[in-house]
């Protein structure tokens, strides 16, 4: 394990078996609504509210620190101590042979989807807590039962299910062929000639929805949400990367484009 203390951040480099200790779940588990996943690491956000959790964590961390580096661990905790308002980057210090999870999606119907695992793993729930929070009704360690009523929260989920890697475990989808069917059945009543009549309306509507925008948002809020989306998805984010990646990243930086210029004409 290296602990580096940058200007704006907290670096810890560790193995996964740190990784799954019970002091660095419950650390992590706490800011599941302050985290963001990398594909090798996760970036943990200040909350003023878990300053004790992270004060305890610290200590834990100079304590386990010391004792793999045989040394005293008081002067370096004071150190971390006055990061105190810095983000912490956790990384894994060695790439592992990818792990396959088995994530599985059911569709009660239009509004509620049931998300389930095998078996429990903290590490891809965690990231799905982030992501879904908000929209979670209730959950275990296997699973979480999600409203997505609204167009909003299923643009969430799909933008959640696009990632497919955690640190070194990789997330297979799994659904039945009503799934889709199920989660959309508002569409499943149209004619041709309602899709026909609404093809130009739905097609802003899902404009709106790529650049994560309310129906009808001002001109200045489309343009803050383009911005931030694209600097996520910008190619060059991730171009040592796998290909399929750095692919998905450019398919979802083009339609981000094409979403945003398609709604500054039309507004």
């Given amino acids: 394990m290296d602990i580096v203390l940058r200007n704006n951040l907290i670096l810890i480099t560790t193995g996964f078996e740190t990784l799954n200790t019970s002091w660095m779940k419950e650390f992590l588990n706490c800011h599941s609504r302050g985290m963001l996943f990398l594909p090798k690491a996760v970036l943990v956000f200040r909350n003023e509210t878990l300053k004790d959790v992270r004060e305890d964590f610290l200590r834990e961390l100079s304590r386990h620190h010391a004792e793999v580096h045989d040394y005293e661990h008081e002067f370096f905790l004071r150190s971390m101590l006055k990061y105190g308002t810095q983000p912490i980057r956790i990384e894994l210090d060695k790439l592992e042979e990818p792990e396959v999870v088995k994530v ?9 989807v049931l998300i389930s695992l095998d078996y429990p793993n903290a590490w891809v729930l965690a990231y799905l807590r982030s992501q879904l929070e908000v929209y979670v009704e209730k959950g275990t360690d296997v699973s979480l039962v999600i409203d997505v ?3 909003k929260a299923k643009a969430r989920l799909e933008r959640a299910l696009n990632k497919r890697h955690i640190l070194h475990y990789q997330i297979q989808y799994t659904y039945d062929n009503k799934f889709m069917s199920k989660l959309y059945s508002d569409f499943a009543s149209y004619s041709f000639g309602d899709l026909c009549k609404d093809f130009e309306d739905d097609k802003n509507k899902k404009f709106y ?15 803050k949400s383009y911005k931030k989306l694209a600097k996520v998805y910008h190619p060059d984010k991730i171009i040592h990367e796998a290909p399929h990646m750095v692919t998905h990243y450019k398919q979802k930086f083009q339609l981000l484009q094409e979403a945003y210029e398609a709604l500054r004409i039309v507004s």
Avoid at 104 to 112: C, S
Avoid at 216 to 221: L, T, V, Y
């Fill in 209 to 223: 929805t790529i650049l994560e925008c309310p129906i009808g948002a001002s001109q200045d809020a489309l343009k």
């Fill in 104 to 112: 599985n999606l059911y569709a009660y119907d239009k509004n509620t």
């Fill in 149 to 151: 009523s609204d167009h």
